[in-house]
């Protein structure tokens, strides 16, 4: 009975030691997925704050002139800085990563092969305890089954003696031998009692100590490693959220920074900024005078009268035509001055505008114009190659003094092209000094190095710094003509002359500003020389120009192609245009070429645009075609 029940017990204690092996095999395996899964997480983490440094460094401002343009803009400022708050905001996630790798994933890792020592060595020692209480059952089962065979050896030597001792017909010597084996039997027996006897009592007290501390113990072992274990996973999530919530105060700071950003953009400021980076410098238009169109009905018919009346007025006009168009050839600036495209005004005849008009006046009122001597500077200070809006557009670089900017956009270029040049000029003066005390060195110590070996650098430097400061006198030249042309708000005289000094600055700028219809609309490739015939009135000209007449007049003359005769009387108060009289018979030199304009000549000297409709057109057979 008691066998079967330690049997019993030992079956369950087996039983016992396989799923603590099963259950403690899995906690490791739980260990392993769960430091599996911190792994995957702080990838994910790395590869986030890739993604997030590449989007800011993506749309991180180049280093060209349009991102510093737009850096000036608060609103633009603002982005830039939440890229930049991005970009640290990313740097968190890498700690994130960086944190959970150093305190879960390689901490887990070395408890892991920890624990899995740990393990084997307990279940070690139970294997090891029950395979020796195991042995010491079998030696005890050997022991007593040794006692069993002993006892009963010895019962079947006693039986033997006393059957000897009892037959008369057995000799005494043979009674004695059995006696002797059966009392050897019984030795042997006694003997094997009292070694099963002894070892009995040992091995209960091996059972009692393997059961009772042995195998507790290892038990009490294997529960303080799965306790262990699973306080370490604790702390290890603990850790987990503890990574996060370490950085949230920075990423705080990131996000507080974006708000702060976001808070420092100032509509009004980069609506300023846009106001200052593209106004022009011009001034309005001044008020539009008053155009009485009642004179044609107070003329008189007769060409004499009509002279008289006109003789004061456009006397210095027709007289000093010539001087319309100094340094260019009349039959080029012909060819280049058009028509206006505004229809004529109809019978009777009342003021044109100037083919030259200013865009969205068609009928300019006249305008206060400069003296001579200023215009004349202006056009000489002008290159003789200018480039138009439409060069301009099509990708070609501008001249080098800025002139086919507005004059205040013009300012600012030439002032920063101003400070480069003197940054330039400190460089190359730093270098000069740097190798004057490297020369100086030399020549303390000439074991260091050459003098005469910094003198050519030294003379190439100071080449350098005269060119550049050449090229600072140029620009500061042009800044002061442009400043001096700046009109002022104060001057009411400028105001009311808006157009004149737009046509002025056209000249200075070097750029022939595309000449405008009535509608808005620009005329491209209009050279210089077209905008000196549409800047110079004939009315400021003095007559008493005979130097300046005989220096620039022009053998190339416009042949006549036909004659015509005035139906109504024209007064041609604007630039451009000649006055008429009903009846007077003038010279055509340029047919209409659909604008319903024709151009006209009096005499050598005086000649311009009439209205088609005002006139009665003789062409010549021949002179079709010619244009």
Request: some cysteine.
């Amino acid at each position: 009975m008691d066998k079967v029940e330690t049997l019993i017990k030992e079956q369950q204690l087996k039983d016992q030691f396989d799923n603590l092996e099963k259950h403690t095999q899995w906690g490791i395996e739980f260990v392993e997925k769960y430091n599996k899964f911190v792994k995957e997480r702080s990838e994910i983490e790395v590869n986030y704050a890739k993604q997030i440094r590449n989007l800011s460094k993506k749309y991180q401002p180049k280093k060209n002139s349009r991102e510093e343009e737009e850096s000036k803009y608060t609103f633009c400022r603002a982005f830039f800085t939440t890229l930049n708050e991005l970009n640290d905001y990313a740097g968190q996630h890498e700690v994130i990563a960086e944190n959970l790798t150093s305190q879960i994933i390689s901490e887990l890792t070395r408890y892991l092969q920890e624990l899995k020592a740990e393990r084997k060595s307990h279940f070690h020692d139970g294997r090891k305890a029950q395979q020796y209480i195991e042995s010491s059952w079998k030696q005890l089962e050997s022991c007593k089954r040794r006692f069993e065979r002993d006892c009963k050896e010895a019962d079947r030597a006693q039986q033997y003696f006393e059957k000897m001792d009892a037959d008369i017909n057995v000799t005494k010597a043979d009674v004695e031998k059995a006696r002797q084996q059966a009392q050897m039997r019984h030795q042997m027996a006694t003997d094997s009692k009292n070694e099963y006897s002894s070892y009995l009592q040992k091995f209960n007290q091996e059972q009692n100590d393997h059961y009772y501390t042995i195998i507790p113990n290892i038990f009490q072992k294997l529960q303080d490693m799965e306790e262990k274990r699973i306080e370490r996973i604790g702390v290890c999530m603990k850790t987990f959220a503890e990574v996060d919530r370490q950085v949230l105060p920075i990423v705080g700071k990131c996000l507080d920074g974006m708000t702060t950003a976001a808070e420092s953009i100032e509509p009004k400021t980069d609506s300023k900024q846009v106001v200052e980076a593209y106004k022009s410098g011009f001034e309005p238009p001044g008020d539009v005078e008053f155009e009485d169109y009642s004179q044609a009905m107070k003329r008189t018919v007769s060409e004499n009268s009509l002279s008289n009346s006109k003789e004061g007025k456009e006397k210095s006009s027709s007289k000093s035509k010539p001087k319309l168009w100094p340094f260019i050839k009349k039959n080029k600036l012909m060819s280049l001055l058009t028509s206006p495209r505004q229809p004529p005004p109809a019978p009777p005849a009342s003021t044109l505008p100037s083919p030259s008009a200013v865009p969205n006046d068609p009928q300019s009122p006249k305008q206060h114009k400069e003296p001579l001597s200023h215009r004349l500077n202006d056009f000489m200070a002008s290159k003789p190659k200018m480039h138009c809006l439409r060069s301009l557009r099509r990708g070609g670089s501008g001249p080098e003094d800025f002139s086919h900017l507005p004059p205040e956009q013009r300012r600012k270029k030439l002032q920063g092209k101003i400070d480069d040049l003197n940054k330039d000029i400190h460089k190359e003066m730093d270098q000069r000094d740097a190798l004057t005390k490297m020369k100086d060195v030399y020549v303390k110590n000439p074991q260091m190095g050459d003098p005469a070996s910094v003198d050519p650098r030294l003379a190439e430097i100071g080449q350098n710094i005269e060119k550049l400061q050449a090229e600072v006198q140029k620009f500061e030249g042009w800044l002061a003509e442009v400043e001096e042309k700046m009109p002022s708000k104060s001057d009411s005289n400028r105001r009311s002359g808006f157009y004149e000094a737009q046509s002025n600055t056209a000249v200075s700028n070097n750029c022939a500003q595309d000449r405008e219809s009535p509608d808005g609309s620009y005329t491209e490739e209009q050279n210089s020389e077209t905008q000196v015939k549409a800047i110079i009135n004939p009315n400021t000209i003095p007559s008493t120009m005979p130097d300046f007449d005989e220096e620039f007049d022009d053998d190339d003359t416009l042949p006549t192609i036909g004659t015509c005769k005035a139906l109504y009387p024209f007064e041609g108060h604007n630039e451009g245009t000649i006055a008429v009289a009903e009846g007077e018979l003038l010279y055509v030199i340029e047919e209409d070429k659909g604008d319903g304009w024709t151009r006209v000549r009096r005499n050598e000297e005086e000649e311009g645009y009439v209205p088609t409709s005002y006139i009665e057109v003789n062409l010549e057979p021949n002179a079709k075609g010619q244009w």
